[in-house]
Each structure stands twice: as structure tokens, then as C-alpha cells.
Nanobody, 124 residues
Framework: QVQLEESGGGLVQAGGSLRLSCVVS????????MGWFRQAPGTEREFIGC????????SYVDSVKGRFTISRDNAKNTAYLQMNSLKPEDTAVYYC?????????????????WGQGTQVTVSS
């Protein structure tokens, strides 16, 4: 059974930073492309970015480019989302997801496993 657990969320002022972690258990992280998503109240889950198994290819949605950085440490079975210059509109529950059967894409249906989410709140 593969499990994903996010941590690192919290309350931060606009302009601040947070780093989210996603620990994978049950199987080795290197078996999966990893994606990060977020969901604000009343909205659909939104793709933020993804990183390939090897870590050599990373993609981001335009709204976070230059502010967010996705990385991974396969030896620690952990993926990361570093968020800088946070804005109030970044407030959401953040999720990590693992894609084993397919390459990571912006599409939710291609991911096999999801974490429970961690709340990020950015105050103005």
C-alpha cells in the first residue's frame, strides 16, 4: 500500500515562504513521477507542477513560475514544494500525488496516489 503524507503547511504573511514535504511510504519514490496540486474552497483542484522520476524535468503552471520550486530526494523518499513570495491567492489545501502508470501531467486522472493535503493560508 502506497501512502503519501504532506507536511509543512501553515499560516504565513504575504511575501513569506513555506516548504511543503511529501513523504512516500510503501514503495520507492523513484518509481513515480510526482505532481503538486492545490484546491481553494469552492474551486476545482488546480495543477501546480510536476517532476519526473529522475528529477531532471520539472514543469510549472504559469501562476507559480519563478516563485515555486519542486524538487525531490529519492534517497529520502520525499518530494518538496518550496514556495516563495507567497500571495493571498495562494491560499489553498495543497496536495502531492504520485503517478506510476503514466508520466506526470496536469491531469488529475493520471495520478495513482494522493496525500491527504496540507493547508496553506497566506494573510495580506
Amino acid at each position: 500500500q502506497v501512502q503519501l503524507e504532506e507536511s509543512g503547511g501553515g499560516l504565513v504573511q504575504a511575501g513569506g515562504s513555506l516548504r511543503l514535504s511529501c513523504v512516500v511510504s510503501g514503495r520507492t519514490l523513484s518509481n513515480y513521477d510526482m505532481g503538486w496540486f492545490r484546491q481553494a474552497p469552492g474551486t476545482e483542484r488546480e495543477f501546480i507542477g510536476c517532476i519526473r522520476r529522475s528529477g531532471t524535468s520539472v514543469s510549472y503552471v504559469d501562476s507559480v513560475k519563478g516563485r515555486f520550486t519542486i524538487s525531490r530526494d529519492n534517497a529520502k523518499n520525499t518530494a518538496y514544494l518550496q514556495m516563495n513570495s507567497l500571495k493571498p491567492e495562494d491560499t489553498a489545501v495543497y496536495y502531492c500525488a504520485a503517478a506510476g502508470r503514466y508520466r506526470a501531467t496536469p491531469h488529475i486522472e493520471f495520478y495513482d496516489y494522493w496525500g491527504q493535503g496540507t493547508q496553506v493560508t497566506v494573510s495580506s
